[in-house]
């Protein structure tokens, strides 16, 4: 059995030299792609994002963890595209409308993706119009927003009527976060679901979809 | 005329630190003397659990007393209006402090003309390092690179009794590899909302 240890403790000290190598090293080894992602990277972020929310780390170490995944992913990603790994749904996030701040949104982006996600990224000041363009194009099942400023927690509510205007509500789910976001806000404009962190994103995408 | 329900009652306002130059010279206190203020440290705001946290015991504080209280903070921590509510103090309206040194409107334009704007005002400035630099890591080029990507511009938002802070925020800007704004404060929106809340 492989060890993980050594995957997510690099990923948790944002040592990308040596996630690189391990990633490398579990390739080799033939590991799953899926089994790398699950107890290397998501059991890595999912502690890194505890950590942040008990305040035992801040921002610069999260981003320094992200960055170590991100570097891996570049090893994976090919793989996912030669065929033999089936996308668990498609994804469109993006940073809402008049909005700058993305670390948290590129964070769930990547964690979906490690999710077994196909996530497309619009980035951020993601006009509704936009959202709905790109839901429409990639026959989307979830589009998710964030929103870090409680001056544009609105554009959340207007996306989702700028779908509905669309006539495209129904088919697909809505999911919103960012630190201002609370569950009740996301009943309150009707989302389909609200995630506080980006390791519950992940399981709350799966719920969304019905896969276990 | 207004009439004050209870002229002779307490009335604490309790400010985040960042709104000290602006009170001082506001002067509230004159024409309302039951008047007292507190500031709460601005750096919280990198952590706004800590600020809650904070902020709730400064206010249970309060409570015990027969006395008014009313805050002086933007929405800086989720459901802040519901946390005010809860502990039966009044929020000034307003969402952070540059929208409410500049006014909603003159806020809502600037974002409307440029989204990508990062703004300073004197507490930032003096305090850079503490509050951001430090905490961010700004230092490093990689992380200050990944942090103010989507910007494009810095507004320095000056207060009338600011001291020379532009070479200081001339340098701040360099060091975020951004052009320098300025624009002055004048106090009218922030002196109407808090003058309309205290004499209810
Ligand atoms: C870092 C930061 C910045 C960085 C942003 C860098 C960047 N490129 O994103 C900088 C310094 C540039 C910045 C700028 C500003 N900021 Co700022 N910023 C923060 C800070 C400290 C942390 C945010 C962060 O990145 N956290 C780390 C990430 C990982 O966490 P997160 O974003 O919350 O994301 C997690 C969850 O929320 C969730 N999530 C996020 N998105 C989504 C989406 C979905 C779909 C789901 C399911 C989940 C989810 O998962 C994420 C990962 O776990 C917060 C305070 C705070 N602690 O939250 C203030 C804060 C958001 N900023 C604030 C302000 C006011 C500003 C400025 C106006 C300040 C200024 N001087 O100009 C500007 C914005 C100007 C503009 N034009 O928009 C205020 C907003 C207050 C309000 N009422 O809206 C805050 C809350 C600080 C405060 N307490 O007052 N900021």
């Known amino acids: ?212 | 005329m207004r009439v004050y329900s209870d002229i002779t009652r307490p009335i604490n306002l309790i400010a985040c630190g960042v709104f000290r130059s602006a009170l001082a010279y506001l002067k509230l206190e004159k024409s309302h003397p039951t008047l007292r203020v507190r500031f709460l440290p601005s750096n919280l705001h990198l952590q706004p659990q800590e600020l809650r946290n904070t902020l709730s015991k400064a206010l249970n504080g309060t409570l015990m007393k027969n006395e008014r209280t009313v805050c002086l903070y933007g929405s800086c921590f989720p459901d802040f209006s519901d946390f005010c509510d809860h502990h039966g103090v009044d929020k000034v309206p307003g969402h952070h402090c540059f929208q409410m040194l500049l006014g909603s409107k003159r806020y809502d334009n600037i974002m409307k003309e440029m989204v990508g704007t990062y703004f300073l005002e004197r507490d930032l400035i003096l305090h850079f390092d503490k509050y951001c630099l430090e905490p961010l890591a700004l230092q490093e080029d990689e992380i200050r690179r990944a942090f103010f990507k989507p910007y494009r511009r810095v507004i320095y938002i000056r207060q009338p009794a600011d001291p020379d802070l532009v070479p200081q925020a001339e340098e701040l800007a360099r060091f975020l590899g951004l052009p320098l704004k300025i624009r002055d404060a004048n106090y009218s929106y922030l002196k109407q909302t808090l003058v309309n809340l205290i004499e209810v």
């Open chain 1, 1 to 212: 059995m492989y060890d993980f240890k050594i995957l997510t403790e690099a990923v948790l000290h944002g040592d990308v030299q040596k996630a690189v190598a391990e990633t490398e090293g579990a390739l080799e080894k033939g590991l799953d792609i899926q089994e790398i992602l699950n107890k290397g990277f998501i059991a890595a972020m999912d502690q890194v994002g505890q950590k942040y929310s008990r305040g035992q780390i801040f921002v610069p170490e999260m981003l320094r963890s992200a960055r170590a995944m991100k570097e891996c992913m570049r090893l994976i990603r090919p793989l996912f595209e030669k065929g033999d790994f089936i996308s668990k749904g498609m994804v469109v996030i993006g940073t809402v409308k008049q909005d700058v701040h993305d670390i948290g949104k590129n964070l769930v982006a990547m964690m979906l993706e490690g999710g077994g996600f196909t996530v497309t990224d619009l980035g951020v000041e993601v006009a509704p119009e936009k959202f709905v363009h790109k839901v429409r194009e990639v026959k989307a099942d979830i589009v998710a927003m964030s929103a870090l400023l409680s001056t544009t927690m609105a554009a959340m509510r207007e996306t989702i009527v700028a779908l509905q205007e669309a006539g495209i509500r129904d088919q697909v789910k809505v999911m919103i976060g960012g630190a201002p976001v609370t569950e009740q806000f996301a009943l309150d404009i009707k989302a389909d679901s609200y995630a506080p962190d980006a390791g519950s994103a992940v399981i709350v995408a799966r719920k969304l979809l019905g896969i276990s």
